[in-house]
C-alpha cells in the first residue's frame, strides 16, 4: 500500500515539475521574448527618447536577470517557488503570494461549493435515474441532463445575475461579502453564483454515475443480492453504490479542472474578488509573475485532487490494491510479449466478464 | 425412493414478455419439488427453464406477464407485491447462477457479503449470526473458515466462489434452491466437487434441488427426476435414470444423440434440422421430427406413458418411441 | 442444408493444392519446445507454456485439451500468432514450401493460420453485415479491379455463393450479427476464417458456448471441411468428449505442459499419464 502512495506521490511531483517547465516556457514564446513586457513598462506614460527608453529596458532586464542563461532563470524561478516567493507582480508592484492570499477565499469557497452541490445533487439523482430507468421519471431526468450539459457557464451566469439579480432582487447581481461579515451575508452574495458554477459539474456527474450505475445494477453480483433477498436500500447503496462510484471518483480531479476555468467567467460577470479576476487582470496587463504564479496554484490543486482520486479508488477498490491475481490476456501479436494487465485494466475485465465465458484465458 | 414432503409446486406456469413483441417464454409448465429429492431441467436455450426459475424467485424483468400459480408451502408466489418477495427470496427459496467469481460482490470481503444476506433474514446478535454463516461455511466444505471470511472475491477460485455462494443460501435459511447452470464455467474436475457437494448438501439438510442444465450427461448424474423442455414446454418427464436410458419424446431421442460420447466415437453426428419459428397449432417439434405423422397437426398435450404413472411424454407416438429406445438400449447391454 | 453446395468456387484453394503437391509425412507446422511466461508485476512470473512441442500434418485434426489454467488458449494464440513465444518457435509451411519462420513470410505467413474463438460475439464486429464480415477475408486485389462499385457487388456474390457450403441461409447475407443466433454467428466466423484459405485453422473452445443441437451442426462442418478442403484443425476444448469425436491426435495439457500426445484412440482408451486418466474419469457419462 505505501509503494502505491509512493509511486503516486513520484508520479505527480514529476507532472508538476513538468507543468513548471512549460509555465515559465510560454513566456519565451510570445513576440518579443521576456522583455516585451518590460518594454512597455519602460515606456508606460513616460516621455523618454529611444535611447534613454532602451538603456531603462537594458537595466530592469539585468535587475529582472533576464540577461542570464534560460536555465538559470528557471532555476531561480523554481528556487523561489520552493521557498514560497512567486515573484512580484509587474502591476502592482505586491508579491504574488499576497495577492494569492488576499484572493483565495471567494475562489475556494465557489469551487469548493460548487464541487459539494454538484455531488450532493448529482450522486443522488445519477442513482435515481439509474434506478428508475425503465420510467419515464427516470428517461426525463437523464434526457434534462443532457441538456444542463450543453449550457456554457458565461451565458448562465449573465442571465442568473441578471433574472435573480436584477430583476427578482433575490440575491445582489455583483458583489461579494466575506466570510468574516457573517456567515448569512456571505452566503447571500455566494449562493447565485455557486449555483450557477454547479450546473454543469452536476449533469456530469448525474450522466456518469447514471452509466456506472445501470453497468453495475446489470451484473451477476447485483443479482445475487436480488436472489438472496436483500433489501433495496442494501442493494442499492452497500452493494451497487461502492462498485458504481469508482468513475466518479476519478471525475472529481476533471470536475475541478473545468471549475477552475469556469470560476474565472462568474467572478468577473459577478464581480466577485477572487483568483479569476486576479488571473484575468493579469492577463490584460501583461502580468507575467501574476500570471504564471496563479496557473502554477491552479496545476498545484489539479494534481492534489488527481492524488486524492488516485489514492481513493485503491481504498475503495481492493482489485486496484493488490494488482491482479488473476490474469487477463492483452499480449497481441505485435512485440507484447508481457500480458501486463495496467492498473485497473484487469479488474474492468473481470466485471465485464460475459456469463459464458470459460474463467480460463490462459 | 423416499417421498420428502413437498415443497414447491408449479401449475400451469404461463410467462410472456410482452416488451419484445409478445414472446411467451413459458407455456403452461407445472412441476413439483421436493424435500431430498433433485429435480433437473433439460433444455437448451430458448426453452425456458431460465426463465421457470427466475419465475420462481420473482426476478423476471418488470412487464412480464406472469400467470399460473407457484406455491411454496402455504404461500403463492405469482402476484406477489415485491416486499414480501423479498422476505421469500433467500429465505425460503434461493437461487444461484452460472456465474461463480463474477457472482459476489469484488469490493467487499466474503465475511461481510454473508453477513449482509444472512441478517436480511436473521437478524440476531453478531455472535449468532457468525455461527450461521460458519455452520454454512462447513455445509460446503470450506472449512478454512477465517481466511475465506477475511478474503475478497478476486483472492479465491471459481470453485470456492461457487460454494460461497450456495453456503449463503444455505445460511439464510432456504430449504428450496435453484441452480442454474451452477457449473457450466468450471472445469470439470471441479464440477464433480460441487456435483458431490450438492448431493451431500441436499441429503443433510434435505433441501428440493431444481438443477437448470443444458447438460444431460450432468443431470444424469445428480437427479432422481428429469424433466426435459423445448420452447416454453415440457416435452417429457420422469425418473432421470429411464428418461435418459430410454427416452419417449423424440427430441429428448435427439438431444442424447448428438452428444459426442467417449467411447463410441461416430464419424458424423446426427442433426437437428435448422429451427423454424413454431407455427401456432400443432406440435411444436414436428418440423425436425423424424417420427412426425398426421396426427401432429393437433398439439399433443403431456401424457402418461405407456400406463407408467411416473413417465409422461408431449407426444403422439410416445408409445413407439419409448419401445424404439428400449430396444435400443437393450442391444446395447 | 442449403442446396448451394455445388457452387464453383472462385475463391482459390491453395491450402488442398498444397497438400497435394507437399510429399507425405513432412509437417505442416512445427512447434518447437515454446514457452510463454506471464509477467505479473513486481518479479513474478507465471509460466503459461512450458516447453511444449508438437507437429502438425496436413489436413489433420489435433486435439489439445486441458482444463483452465492449463495453458491450452495460449498455445492456441502462440499457433495462430496472436503471441510471440518467449523461447522456441513455431514454423509454418505451406504454398507448398518448407516450413519457416512465419514471420519471414509476412504477409502470407500470418493469413495462413486462422483463429476462431469462443464467443463469435466478441470476434465479429457488430457493425458489419454477414458478407462484409465474410469478405474481410478475401483478398480485394485477388478478385477485384476497383475496390469500390462493382468490385463490391462482386465481393457480395462470392459470399452468397459460399453460405450454402457453412450451412448459412442465403437470407442472412445482409445481416448484421446482432439478428444472428449463436450457431450461426459461429459458422459466420468459421467462413471468415476458411475464404483467406488457411492451411490450418486453430479452434479455441469453438463450441463451448454452444446450445448441444448446435454443437452438432458445427462440429459436422469441421468435419466436413476437413474432407472437402484438406485444412489442419489445432481444436482446442476442455470437454475431451467433444475434441476426441474430431481429433486424429490429442496432446494432453496441465499446468503447461505437455503430459501425453498420442492418437485419440490410444489416448482415450489406453491412457498411459495419470493426469490424463483423472481427466477422463471425471467426465459425467451417460448410461444409455
Given at each position: 500500500?505505501?509503494?502505491?502512495?509512493?509511486?503516486?506521490?513520484?508520479?505527480?511531483?514529476?507532472?508538476?515539475?513538468?507543468?513548471?517547465?512549460?509555465?515559465?516556457?510560454?513566456?519565451?514564446?510570445?513576440?518579443?521574448?521576456?522583455?516585451?513586457?518590460?518594454?512597455?513598462?519602460?515606456?508606460?506614460?513616460?516621455?523618454?527618447?529611444?535611447?534613454?527608453?532602451?538603456?531603462?529596458?537594458?537595466?530592469?532586464?539585468?535587475?529582472?536577470?533576464?540577461?542570464?542563461?534560460?536555465?538559470?532563470?528557471?532555476?531561480n524561478w523554481l528556487d523561489g517557488v520552493f521557498h514560497g516567493h512567486l515573484g512580484t507582480s509587474f502591476f502592482s508592484q505586491a508579491p504574488v503570494t499576497t495577492v494569492i492570499g488576499q484572493r483565495m477565499a471567494p475562489s475556494f469557497e465557489l469551487i469548493i461549493g460548487a464541487l459539494l452541490v454538484s455531488l450532493l445533487v448529482g450522486v443522488p439523482l445519477?442513482?435515481?435515474?439509474?434506478?428508475?430507468?425503465?420510467?419515464?421519471?427516470?428517461?426525463?431526468?437523464?434526457?434534462?441532463?443532457?441538456?444542463?450539459?450543453?449550457?456554457?457557464?458565461?451565458?448562465?451566469?449573465?442571465?442568473?445575475?441578471?433574472?435573480?439579480?436584477?430583476?427578482?432582487?433575490?440575491?445582489?447581481?455583483?458583489?461579494?461579502?466575506?466570510?468574516?461579515?457573517?456567515?448569512?451575508?456571505?452566503?447571500?452574495?455566494?449562493?447565485?453564483?455557486?449555483?450557477?458554477?454547479?450546473?454543469?459539474?452536476?449533469a456530469f456527474v448525474i450522466r456518469h454515475l447514471n452509466n456506472s450505475m445501470t453497468q453495475v445494477l446489470r451484473s451477476p453480483y447485483v443479482r445475487t443480492c436480488w436472489a438472496m433477498g436483500l433489501p433495496s436500500r442494501q442493494v442499492y447503496f452497500n452493494c451497487a453504490l461502492r462498485n458504481a462510484v469508482g468513475p466518479i471518483i476519478t471525475l472529481i480531479p476533471l470536475l475541478v479542472a473545468s471549475l477552475l476555468g469556469g470560476t474565472v467567467l462568474v467572478e468577473y460577470i459577478f464581480n466577485i474578488p477572487g483568483l479569476g479576476t486576479a488571473i484575468v487582470t493579469a492577463v490584460e496587463n501583461q502580468d507575467y509573475p501574476m500570471t504564471q504564479g496563479l496557473v502554477l496554484l491552479a496545476g498545484v490543486i489539479v494534481a492534489v485532487f488527481n492524488l486524492l482520486a488516485d489514492l481513493t479508488i485503491s481504498v475503495i477498490d481492493p482489485r486496484v490494491r493488490k494488482g491482479s491475481a488473476r490474469i487477463s490476456d492483452v499480449g497481441w501479436r505485435f512485440g507484447a510479449r508481457r500480458a501486463q494487465p495496467a492498473i485497473g485494466l484487469a479488474a474492468v475485465a473481470e466485471v465485464r466478464e460475459p456469463a459464458a465465458v470459460r474463467e480460463d484465458v490462459v | 425412493m423416499h417421498q420428502g414432503e413437498?415443497?414447491?409446486?408449479?401449475?400451469?406456469?404461463?410467462?410472456?414478455?410482452?416488451?419484445?413483441?409478445?414472446?411467451?417464454?413459458?407455456?403452461?409448465?407445472?412441476?413439483?419439488?421436493?424435500?431430498?429429492r433433485t429435480l433437473g431441467i433439460a433444455g437448451e436455450s430458448g426453452s425456458g427453464k431460465t426463465t421457470a426459475g427466475l419465475a420462481a424467485m420473482g426476478l423476471l424483468p418488470p412487464g412480464t406477464r406472469v400467470t399460473g400459480s407457484i406455491r411454496l408451502g402455504e404461500r403463492e408466489l405469482v402476484g406477489l407485491p415485491e416486499k414480501e418477495y423479498r422476505r421469500v427470496r433467500g429465505r425460503q427459496v434461493a437461487m444461484i447462477f452460472q456465474e461463480t467469481s463474477t457472482a459476489l460482490n469484488p469490493v467487499l470481503k466474503v465475511g461481510d457479503q454473508l453477513r449482509m444476506a444472512t441478517r436480511a433474514h436473521f437478524p440476531g446478535s453478531k455472535d449468532d449470526v457468525r455461527a450461521r454463516i460458519v455452520a454454512a461455511l462447513e455445509s460446503v466444505r470450506l472449512t478454512d473458515h477465517t481466511r475465506v471470511l477475511r478474503s475478497y472475491p478476486h483472492e479465491l477460485s471459481g470453485g470456492m466462489c461457487q460454494r460461497i455462494v450456495i453456503a449463503m443460501a444455505l445460511s439464510c435459511g432456504s430449504r428450496v434452491l435453484l441452480a442454474d447452470e451452477p457449473t457450466t464455467a468450471l472445469d470439470v474436475s471441479v464440477q464433480e466437487e460441487i456435483l458431490a457437494l450438492l448431493r451431500t448438501v441436499v441429503a443433510e439438510r434435505q433441501l428440493a434441488l431444481m438443477l437448470i442444465s443444458h447438460d444431460l450427461a450432468f443431470l444424469a448424474d445428480l437427479c432422481d427426476d428429469l424433466v426435459v423442455m423445448y420452447k416454453g414446454q415440457i416435452v417429457e418427464a420422469g425418473s432421470a435414470q429411464s428418461v435418459i436410458s430410454s427416452p419417449a419424446h423424440p427430441y429428448t431421442r435427439a438431444l442424447l444423440e448428438c452428444i459426442p460420447s467417449l467411447h463410441s466415437r461416430r464419424g458424423t453426428l446426427p442433426e437437428l434440422r435448422e429451427y423454424e419459428a413454431p407455427s401456432a397449432q400443432g406440435c411444436g417439434y414436428r418440423h425436425r421430427c423424424p417420427w412426425r405423422a398426421d396426427p401432429c397437426l393437433e398439439a399433443p398435450a403431456l401424457a402418461a406413458v405407456a400406463a407408467s404413472a411416473e413417465r409422461s411424454a408431449r407426444c403422439w407416438r410416445s408409445a413407439e418411441v419409448l419401445r424404439q429406445s428400449v430396444t435400443e438400449s437393450e442391444s446395447v447391454v | 442444408m442449403d442446396p448451394d453446395h455445388g457452387v464453383q468456387v472462385t475463391v482459390p484453394e491453395a491450402s488442398a493444392t498444397a497438400a497435394q503437391s507437399r510429399p507425405p509425412a513432412s509437417p505442416l507446422m512445427s512447434a518447437e519446445e515454446v514457452v510463454v511466461d506471464y509477467h505479473l508485476g513486481r518479479g513474478r512470473t507465471l509460466r503459461a507454456v512450458d516447453h511444449v512441442s508438437f507437429e502438425l500434418q496436413p489436413g489433420e485434426v489435433l486435439g489439445i485439451v486441458g482444463e483452465s489454467g492449463s495453458g491450452k488458449s495460449t498455445l492456441g494464440k502462440v499457433a495462430a500468432g496472436f503471441i510471440r513465444p518467449d523461447h522456441g518457435r513455431v514454423l509454418v509451411a505451406s504454398d507448398g514450401s518448407a516450413l519457416q519462420d512465419r514471420a519471414q513470410r509476412h504477409p502470407r505467413g500470418y493469413r495462413d493460420v486462422q483463429m476462431v474463438f469462443q464467443e463469435s460475439a466478441a470476434a465479429l464486429n457488430p457493425r458489419l453485415p454477414v458478407w462484409k464480415l465474410i469478405g474481410e477475408s478475401v483478398r480485394p486485389d485477388r478478385l477485384l479491379s476497383h475496390p469500390w462499385g462493382s468490385g463490391r457487388t462482386q465481393l457480395r456474390d462470392v459470399v452468397l455463393a459460399q453460405l450454402g457450403r457453412y450451412g448459412l441461409s442465403r437470407a442472412l447475407i445482409d445481416k448484421r450479427p446482432a439478428e444472428l443466433s449463436g450457431g450461426e454467428k459461429q459458422r459466420v466466423a468459421v467462413a471468415r476464417a476458411m475464404l483467406a484459405s488457411p492451411a490450418v485453422v486453430v479452434c479455441d473452445e469453438a463450441v463451448s458456448s454452444l446450445d448441444v443441437s448446435i454443437r452438432a451442426v458445427v462440429l459436422n462442418l469441421f468435419k466436413r471441411l476437413r474432407d472437402e478442403t484438406g485444412v489442419a484443425l489445432i481444436f482446442i476444448s476442455h470437454d475431451i468428449a467433444v475434441v476426441a469425436h474430431l481429433a486424429d491426435r490429442i496432446l494432453v495439457m496441465h499446468n503447461g505442459r505437455n503430459v501425453e500426445t498420442g492418437a485419440t484412440a490410444q489416448v482415450i482408451d489406453e491412457p498411459k499419464d495419470a493426469y490424463t486418466r483423472q481427466l477422463l474419469a471425471a467426465v459425467p457419462r451417460l448410461e444409455r
Open positions: 500500500m505505501l509503494t502505491t502512495i509512493a509511486k503516486r506521490l513520484l508520479t505527480s511531483v514529476i507532472t508538476l515539475l513538468v507543468c513548471s517547465v512549460l509555465i515559465f516556457g510560454y513566456r519565451y514564446l510570445i513576440p518579443g521574448g521576456p522583455a516585451a513586457d518590460i518594454t512597455n513598462l519602460a515606456e508606460l506614460g513616460t516621455s523618454m527618447t529611444k535611447a534613454q527608453a532602451a538603456r531603462q529596458v537594458q537595466a530592469l532586464s539585468v535587475r529582472f536577470g533576464l540577461k542570464k542563461p534560460i536555465y538559470v532563470q528557471y532555476w445519477g442513482m435515481y435515474t439509474a434506478i428508475r430507468r425503465d420510467r419515464a421519471i427516470g428517461r426525463t431526468l437523464l434526457a434534462i441532463s443532457g441538456l444542463q450539459i450543453s449550457v456554457p457557464d458565461f451565458w448562465l451566469a449573465t442571465i442568473n445575475a441578471a433574472v435573480f439579480g436584477l430583476a427578482l432582487h433575490w440575491f445582489p447581481a455583483v458583489g461579494y461579502q466575506p466570510l468574516s461579515a457573517g456567515l448569512g451575508p456571505n452566503l447571500h452574495t455566494m449562493i447565485l453564483p455557486i449555483l450557477t458554477l454547479s450546473i454543469v459539474p452536476t | 413437498t415443497l414447491l409446486t408449479v401449475r400451469d406456469l404461463r410467462v410472456e414478455f410482452p416488451a419484445r413483441g409478445g414472446v411467451t417464454a413459458l407455456r403452461g409448465v407445472s412441476l413439483a419439488l421436493q424435500g431430498g | -
